[in-house]
């Protein structure tokens, strides 16, 4: 424990701060709703105080002490013995696309595979699950994966399935391979050209690889989703969310129609998850929100808007200073031009929302911190975020602390391209990629999440890649760069009240302290203490948002 129980019980009893979360009463039996007990509760608080039991009223963390302390002065209509074991706040992903997972979980599952032949397979037993659907989607593959470490082209889908239109998305979703079929439907040739986006061509033949805003030709002609499926998504993403612990989500990258739904959904029971909303930049989220405001309830929180600044290093779209080590004069691109960097940081500032924006390489990280000290001036409130951040040249790393910009990062991004990253970077420009710790430091503070489904919703995988700076191998022995790995405690705070604080919901959640939701997580084996080689397989016995059961194991 980072402070002994006896040394808090006395905090508790000097300064009633946490102990006394309403009136006291003399008889020894207020009431509660739940009390959680015997356990290893760690608070998170401002001292990372650890406890041993809490009780919770109409959904929020009445008082938090030792268990004879809760136990005698509460009378509650539940009781959860902990048996020991660790208590979290709820976990936070501060950067996910969980709408667009739950979407997903009907389309072929590419992650991991170790060959196009294995795409090609999954995508052929997908088709054979769903027969009738009107496009055939998947998503997952990485090239670098594989032997031949070279993008696929379309041939092989032309052939299988000439009549249905195709759309297999990289991994990290900037790249995507489309046979023939899509390619007509989009009236894509080997002579469109658009900004910030490629279509690939070779010896005057499309070859199927789609670059960034490429894929938007293609991907804006399937058919929307129907409420009832949208719905399906929602309740499927949360299922899953639920059983590794997650409660809060920052969703990157919504529209109206979708925030409607989930405040529909939370409304009516259906949907428990809290939902940090980063709205897309379209004239129409744009003109209802600048017209309307902020939109805030206890699980909805739409305040902010996500921009894209560049692609990703694994497609080669990252926008880099100096050209890719291992393409000649290829520089990746912006995905926008300066000034329409410019315009809508403006307009977000002007109308009081936050600026989240996805840059990868160092000309755009560059380029972003320049326009968000321009419109921001030095030491501010505004918590505008840069999603990623992950090569920073070391002239730009100070920016983060000069113009209160916060690096939100997704440490596992680290584990998965450690092995070809240095290749695209060279070796001098790799030390300055992941720079997690020094990015900590810059404000005090960092936020992290997972970018799911590019990476496994688990977050468990986020704590140990933070932590050991290993993959699912434990590789390397020693770790990737462990200069800027993360102490446990800063993990947990970059999970739970610094993801919080990141969304300005500090005081709501993120800790379990009194007045705050009732968010937590019990486990089996505690992350703060075990081996880094079994921070991967912990399970989550239960989960409870606002004091109620949401998931049991």
């Known amino acids: 424990m980072t402070k002994s129980l006896r040394t808090f019980a006395a905090t508790l009893l000097l300064g009633g701060a946490l102990l006394t979360g309403c009136t006291s009463s003399q008889t020894g ?8 007990y015997n356990g290893t509760v760690y608070t998170v608080n401002s001292n990372f ?14 008082a938090v002490g030792t268990s004879e302390e809760i136990r005698s002065k509460y009378k509650a209509t539940e009781e959860l013995d902990a048996q020991g074991k660790a208590v979290y706040p709820g976990l936070i992903d501060a950067h996910a696309h969980f709408y667009r997972y739950g979407l997903g979980l009907q389309s072929a ?19 054979q699950q769903y027969p009738n659907t009107a496009w055939i989607t998947g998503r997952g593959w990485d090239q670098n994966d594989w032997a031949v470490k070279e993008f696929p082209t379309k041939d092989t889908l032309d052939q299988l399935f000439p009549d249905v239109p195709i759309i297999l998305t990289r991994v990290d979703g900037h790249a995507a391979l489309v046979n023939q079929k899509a390619l007509d439907l989009a009236g894509i040739t080997p ?29 804006a002609k399937i058919p929307e989703p129907t409420d009832a499926e949208k719905r399906m998504a929602l309740k499927n993403a949360e299922a899953n969310t639920f059983a590794v612990g997650l409660t809060s989500i920052a969703d990157a990258g919504l529209d109206k129609s979708t925030v409607d739904l989930m405040d529909d959904m939370h409304k009516k029971g259906e949907f428990q998850t809290r939902v940090y909303a980063m709205m897309n930049p379209t ?12 939109y805030k309830t206890d699980r909805l929180n739409v305040r902010s808007f996500k921009v894209y600044s560049d692609g990703a290093l694994g497609s080669r779209g990252a926008n880099l200073l100096k050209p890719y080590a291992d393409k000649h004069n290829h520089y990746g691109f912006l995905l926008a031009t300066e000034q329409e960097f410019r315009d809508i940081a403006k307009l977000l500032n002007e109308h009081g929302f936050q600026m989240n924006t996805h840059a990868i390489g160092d000309s755009a990280n560059r380029l972003l911190l320049d326009i ?44 998965s391209d450690m092995y070809w990253a240095g290749d695209r970077l060279g070796k001098e420009r790799i030390k300055h990629a992941y720079p997690f710790k020094e990015l900590m430091q810059q404000n005090g503070y960092i936020p992290l999440g997972s970018d799911f489904p590019v990476e496994d919703i688990n977050p468990f995988y986020t704590f140990h890649a933070a932590v050991a700076r290993q993959d699912a191998k434990n590789w390397p022995a020693t770790g990737f ?39 937590f997580i019990l486990v089996d084996k505690d992350m703060m203490k075990v081996k880094p080689e079994e921070m991967r397989g912990i399970q989550v016995l239960y989960t409870y948002v606002n004091g109620k059961k949401v998931y049991k194991k």
């Open 191 to 219: 002579k469109t050209k658009m900004v910030g986006g490629l279509v690939e061509v070779e010896n005057g033949k499309m070859t199927g690889i789609l670059i960034d805003n490429a894929i938007d030709l293609v991907s």
């Open 283 to 294: 004239k129409q989220n744009q003109d209802y929100y600048f017209k309307n405001g902020p």
């Open 109 to 127: 599952d590419l992650v991991g595979t170790e060959s196009f032949k294995e795409v090609v397979q999954k995508v052929t037993e997908q088709r």
């Open 29 to 36: 039996s207020e009431t509660a709703d739940l009390i959680v």
């Open 372 to 415: 968000y000290g321009e419109v921001l001036g030095e030491k501010n409130d505004k918590r505008w975020r840069i999603e990623h951040a992950q090569i920073v040249n070391p002239d730009d790393m100070n920016k983060f602390g000069k113009f209160s910009i916060i690096p939100s990062v997704q440490p596992t991004h680290a584990t």
């Open 49 to 62: 105080d650890t406890a041993e039991a809490f009780a919770v009223k109409d959904g929020k963390i009445l």
């Open 481 to 519: 760069q462990m200069e800027n790995a993360l102490s446990r405690e800063d993990a947990l705070r970059g999970m739970t009240i610094w993801a919080a604080k990141s969304n300005f919901e500090e005081n709501e959640k993120g800790s379990i302290e009194p007045g705050k939701f009732a968010d």
